[in-house]
């Protein structure tokens, strides 16, 4: 089959080739998917389970992405809970040969049916960014109607998945990003926008909830903003400071069957629009996720057409 590997941590993004490799084999309640589109994630090349398996050794040439829609076309033994011939769309295990390709290898829980009325190349948008969002917002920041949530990188995948289950949960969002984010930050349900070049984050005031995908210096001076019973939630790593009195939530995203029907059925009855930038082939996938110009969207690679 053709796959996208990386051998080179150096490398980083250019170091993306794309090559011939074995078909996976299905193990104990595994299912293989034939992959129509995957989604991908770039900082997942900082990742040390890109190169590492859980033992710390090397396991490249290794495959990127962990973002998926296709088809079952395998199942292993005592696999229970899908069929052959399901759309399914999911989110891979972090040390295993991930969706930049034809097939994978994929655990049954880590999947949900992707309904037919949904594109894959949506569905392949929704894993990551969707989960990340709901995981944040109601697992760990316990999010109320009526609370204020500042949202960082509002026009992101992330961001605009935050700002629009915010909204729906009855929360008020403050959006934060540079100054081309605007319009989108606002188009996707941010009921205010902070640009963090030229705007004064401190202005905002109080708020119940800050959901950091920045981290760094905005993820410090956030803290300070923080109403007493409030929630810190990061995706980038514990944060440099705490709120006075407040909790800190520092969390890795993890798929969740349940989850992911909650948020395709949102993007069936128009609740929840994605956010998708490029799509391009698995063929060009390489050239696609090289570009310096900074992404309009989530890059979805389309392996079949």
Sequence with gaps: MKAIVVTDEAAA???????????PTAAINDVIVQIHA????????AWPSTWTDRRDRVRT??????ELAGVVIALGYGTTGLSVGQRVFGLTDWYRDGTLAECAAIEARNLAPLPGDVDFTVGASLPISGLTAWQGLFQH??????QRVLAHGAAGAVGTMVTQLAREAGAYVIGTGRAADRQKALDFGSQEFVDLDNDRLQDVGGVDLVF????????????????AGGSLVSVVGPPAARPDDGRVVDFVVESDRAQLSEIVQRVRDGRL???????ATLDDAATA????ERRKGKTIIRVRQ
């Design 13 to 23: 993004l250019a170091g993306l080739r794309l090559v011939e490799r074995p078909e």
């Design 38 to 45: 995957s989604g991908f994630v770039p900082t997942e090349l």
């Design 61 to 66: 040439p290794s495959i990127p992405g962990h």
């Design 141 to 146: 920041g316990r999010l109320q109607a009526g």
């Design 212 to 227: 950091d995908v920045i981290g760094g210096e905005i993820g410090k001076r956030s803290a300070g903003l923080i109403r």
């Design 273 to 279: 629009r994605v956010n998708i930038g490029d799509v």
């Design 289 to 292: 996720l090289n570009r310096t």
